[in-house]
């Protein structure tokens, strides 16, 4: 098996399983067998359907034998980085849309909130069991990938599946993996709290911690980007290592991720394949240069 490297970490043991191109070979015949019965005249309503079926499952098929099958576990993977003084664990890798129409589609942040909750009038239930009528602070966490060009806020047709929301929310102490800040209040240890607390008086309100991916996406990559992004419903990302100066926050100072060897990957079914990989280009190296930028 072919080592599998973003930036510094190996992936290798994430693998699960490699492509499989005769099988895939043999599944497109399939397909268009399918095809041509389902559309073939005087095939009944009843049968059209059971073949529909059919070639929805080989596409399925032939998506498992065409890409490597990715645990994702490796999203798991965290750092500690230091930030104004403190110390914050974040997610060791990225994740960024292919959606490249978006103004910041090379964007990744985690955006957090803490707000203070308007208090109650005590029930009798919290009167006799002493029992808060309120929690003095909720706290909450929007991960995102690509800033909507007209109003500055996440993009909803490009929001991240759970199966990135998940391990991030839970590295930045949260027990949610809502993308809705608002939805995902939940109680954090005391450390987190003070931790967020923190940023949140300093910069009066909400905050976002993120990064940019600047690089050059080869054509081939795009090719096949585009290719991908109608197997898997457009579900297709870019996923790259952060390293621990390549965060910043607020976007006092903008920090860029480079040299990260990123990862093309699509979702299906809650499993991540591994569509390509490529060897990024500072975009500084490509200045001048009229073809190639990935928003092109």
């Not at 090379?106 to 029992?131: L, M």
């Not at 990135?164 to 209040?185: C, N, Q, T, W």
């Not at 690089?215 to 579900?235: G, L, Y």
């Not at 903008?254 to 280009?281: C, M, W």
Request: one cysteine or more.
């Amino acid at each position: 098996m072919e080592q599998l490297i973003v930036g510094s970490t190996d992936l290798t043991e994430f693998v699960k399983s490699e492509r499989d191109e005769s099988l895939e070979q043999k599944l497109n015949k399939k397909l268009n067998s399918l095809r041509s019965q389902r559309d073939k005249k005087g095939t009944l309503d009843h049968e059209r359907g059971m073949l529909q079926r059919e070639i929805n499952q080989c596409k399925v098929d032939i998506i498992n034998a065409q890409y490597a099958l990715l645990s994702a576990d490796f999203l798991d993977l965290k750092r500690e980085i230091t930030l104004e003084g403190r110390t914050i664990e974040v997610p060791a890798f990225g994740v960024f849309t292919t959606d490249f129409s978006l103004r910041d589609y090379d964007k990744f942040g985690i955006y957090i909130v803490c707000e203070k909750d308007e208090p109650i009038e005590p029930s009798w239930f919290s009167k006799i069991f002493g029992a808060k009528p309120y929690r003095e602070y909720s706290y909450g966490i929007d991960i995102y990938s690509g800033i909507k060009s007209q109003t500055g806020l996440r993009d909803s047709r490009n929001a991240l599946p759970s199966l990135f929301l998940a391990p991030a929310a839970r590295i930045m102490g949260f027990k949610s993996e809502s993308k809705i800040y608002g939805e995902a209040f939940a109680s954090l240890s005391e450390e987190k709290r003070e931790l967020y607390d923190h940023f949140t008086g300093k910069y009066r309100g909400p905050y976002s911690i993120n990064t940019r991916l600047n690089c050059f996406i080869p054509d081939s990559t795009k090719e096949r980007i585009k290719e991908a992004r109608e197997q898997f419903k457009k579900q297709v990302y870019i996923i790259a290592e952060i390293k621990e100066d390549e965060w910043t926050i607020r976007e006092m100072k903008q920090s860029e991720i480079r040299n990260a060897d990123p990862l093309v990957v699509g979702v299906h079914d809650k499993k991540l394949y591994l569509v390509d990989r490529f060897d990024p280009t500072p975009l500084e190296e490509l200045i001048g240069k009229s073809s190639g930028y990935m928003s092109n």
